[in-house]
């Protein structure tokens, strides 16, 4: 099947993004940092320091050899982790290709993760166009599938962690089980509509945009969550273990709770992902220095790892996606 590019007129006729939501990320991000600011100008106070001694104390204080022990080993499955969904996703919907083939090139998008991760998406979408002839639209149709179960998967287990640690959340928390019942409500109806159930003769399920989405079962969406979850449950142990490293105690279950609440905050626009940061500042107000060195190095090597890790894979991942195309399928 023939992508014909849009045409210059056609993107130049986009409507450029309103001033509001331009400057939404720079916002988060400013009230972040002055809410952090005050915790932490506070506490070095109480202990009659600046604030740069005292933070410098904090990072004084970690085995970051320890750390760097568990933190390497869980990118690396997080990666593992998140090639597979990619993999079973697109032999689901898309074309048959291998699980080693597509390690590439979803490690050099995570250095497009850098900036966004949607971009990243859209780097693989590319691939999968060029490589393996999958029309365009599937293609983001299979993006868009996977980000859809990305989210019902962590509201899933932000449910499970909020109501297992309802009297540790702050109150605003509490409305994530109320929100996971609407997002159930939503999904029962959208799958009945894309497999045809009901609202027949509405155009828009026919759209190649949804090509994934009709095409989807339940268990498809089921399995995509069960095969992230071994991600989480790892990262819960792993960031249990880093957090004691910053001299402050959780236990597992309730870093169960916390991570996909965080990992929602992470998701929030904003440069050095300042919301997740806030966040842990938050869950554990009696150390705020420990839980703003922890949420800035944790997020932050996450993504700088990830990105290292694409390097490897650079090489061969842009002369697969700008190399010859491959030969059109008969």
Not at 69 to 86: G, H
Not at 191 to 213: E, N, T, V
Not at 249 to 257: K, N, P, S, T, V
């Amino acid at each position: 099947m023939t992508q014909v590019a849009p045409t210059a007129g056609a993107v130049s006729a986009r409507p450029s993004a309103p001033l509001w939501q331009k400057l939404l990320p720079f916002v988060i991000t400013a009230v972040c940092l002055v809410i952090l600011y005050s915790r932490l100008e506070g506490a070095a106070a109480r202990q009659g320091m600046g604030l740069v001694p005292y933070l410098a104390g904090i990072f004084a204080r970690v085995s970051w050899t320890r750390w760097l022990a568990l933190m390497i080993p869980y990118c690396v499955f997080f990666f593992l982790i998140d090639t597979l969904v990619l993999w079973k996703v697109v032999n689901w919907f898309n074309t048959s290709i291998g699980y080693a083939e597509l390690i590439p090139v979803r490690g050099a998008s995570y250095i497009l993760s850098i900036v966004n991760e949607q971009v990243s998406k859209g780097a693989v979408g590319l691939y999968l166009n060029r490589r393996a002839n999958v029309p365009g639209w599937e293609v983001g149709s299979s993006m868009l599938f996977i980000m859809v179960c990305e989210i019902y998967y962590l509201l899933i287990w932000a449910t499970i962690g909020v109501l297992a640690q309802w009297d540790k959340f702050p109150e605003v928390f509490h409305a994530i089980p109320t929100i996971a019942v609407g997002a159930a409500i939503f999904f029962i109806v959208a799958q009945l509509f894309f497999s045809g159930k009901i609202g027949k003769g509405i155009a828009l399920r026919d759209k190649p945009l949804f090509h994934s989405f009709r095409k989807a079962t339940v268990w498809n969406y089921l399995a995509v969550v069960l095969m992230r979850s071994p991600a989480l449950i790892s990262a819960a142990v792993v960031y249990t273990l880093a957090l004691r490293l910053f001299g402050v105690e959780a236990h597992f279950g309730e870093m169960l709770g916390y991570l996909p609440v965080i990992f929602f905050g992470a998701a929030t626009p904003g440069p050095m992902r300042s919301v997740a940061i806030l966040l842990w500042v938050l869950l554990f107000p009696n150390n705020p220095g420990e839980m703003t060195a922890f949420g800035f190095v944790q997020h932050n090597f996450f993504i700088l790892f990830n990105a290292g890790m694409g390097l490897i894979f650079i090489k061969r991942a842009t002369k697969d996606l700008f190399g010859p195309a491959s030969e059109a399928k008969a």
